[in-house]
């Protein structure tokens, strides 16, 4: 663990008091090429442009992208015959894809490439007749697409309790995934009573939980038992969001909370406290936690410290559909082709 210089030197007012802001934190390059990828439809296609669910988990850029003229359903059939809809990062079961190609619909698919790696391995085990044992929140978007590539394989496994429950036809026939935005800690903890019950459970080919959720859970580990207060910048339907205030209050900190943005925190919450610790999840853009570092400055907490626990340089190409769409029109207009843009 490094730590970097502080952001702004202490004034009298503010010694003593002083915030540890987590690295890395924020975006990472799945969130980052899906909201690139509606950004730049709108710009090719124009408005609207539709997208099936919240193309990630952050209330400030589905309503920044809504003002640019995204408009966002529920459901395919919600989205007009022939017109351009997109993917979330989470990822859809193949009968989506279906209900699309009935519909004409064009689409393009954001998903995370993580995500994706998630659904071959998914496809994989099925083929081999295997049972699935799927570590994942019910109802969440992402075990939804992952659990529709394979139904009569996959067993959901909502958490270490939930392992008493799991009935499979073969116990020498099992294997295990997980859903990539979990708590590390909790998903091995699930894994090892799956192994207690199934000693033959098989292992996905690589780790399922992403490098940006595990990273961010290490980083607010590294912050934690220094802090009075975590705050984590993220909205309540975001996984790994609320996954941090979890880690963090494990790793030691004397308390912590998610909120959307800086409004959201009362001040009354700061008294008495020393040491805050600020991170955010993977689908916040940075400037809500600038937001945060200003209304902490705004009571006393002027000196920032940044605690650097990795350094990440992933990058995702945006998907193929756009791609093609962006050679077409450079194309067209006469120009030279725009390279394939990255997150």
């Known amino acids: 663990m490094t730590t970097s210089a502080t952001t702004s030197a202490p004034t009298p007012a503010t010694t003593g008091r002083r915030v540890l802001l987590a690295a890395p934190r924020g975006y990472c390059a799945g969130v980052d090429r899906a909201v690139v990828t509606v950004e730049k439809a709108l710009e090719l296609h124009g408005a609207p442009v539709y997208v099936r669910k919240q193309i990630v988990h952050n209330r400030h850029v589905v309503e920044t992208l809504e003002a640019r003229g995204a408009v966002f359903v529920d459901e395919t059939d919600e989205v007009p015959e022939g017109a351009l809809v997109i993917f979330s990062a989470h990822g859809v079961a193949p009968v989506v894809h279906d209900e699309a190609r009935s519909r004409g619909l064009r689409t393009i698919d954001a998903t995370c490439p993580l995500v994706t790696k998630v659904h071959h391995e998914a ?112 909205s309540g339907n975001s996984s790994n969001s609320v996954r941090l205030v979890e880690v963090a209050l494990e790793a030691g900190a004397g308390a912590s909370y998610r909120v959307d943005k800086a409004s959201e925190i009362d001040p009354a919450t700061l008294e008495g406290v020393r040491t805050v610790g600020v991170t955010s999840g993977a689908s916040v853009p940075e400037v809500l936690v600038r937001g945060v570092l200003e209304l902490l400055a705004e009571h006393g907490f002027g000196q920032v410290e940044e605690v650097v626990s990795a350094k990440e340089s992933l990058l995702f190409a945006l998907p193929p559909e756009l791609r093609r769409d962006l050679r077409a029109a450079g194309a067209a207009s006469g120009r030279a082709a725009e390279p394939a843009p990255t997150a």
């Open 123 to 234: 496809r994989r085990f099925a083929a081999e007749d295997v049972d699935i044992l799927l570590i994942g929140h019910e109802g969440h978007e992402e075990v939804i697409g992952t659990s529709g590539e394979a139904p009569e394989h996959i067993h959901l496994v909502d958490g270490p309790d939930d392992v008493p429950n799991v009935q499979v036809r073969d116990p020498e026939r099992v294997a295990w995934l997980s859903q990539t935005t979990l708590s590390v800690d909790e998903t091995m903890e699930t894994v090892r009573r799956l192994r207690e019950r199934f000693p033959a459970l098989q292992d996905p080919p690589s780790d399922d939980i992403c490098y940006a959720t595990q990273n961010r859970q290490v980083a607010v580990k590294d912050i934690a038992a220094q802090s009075d207060l975590v705050i984590v910048v993220g």
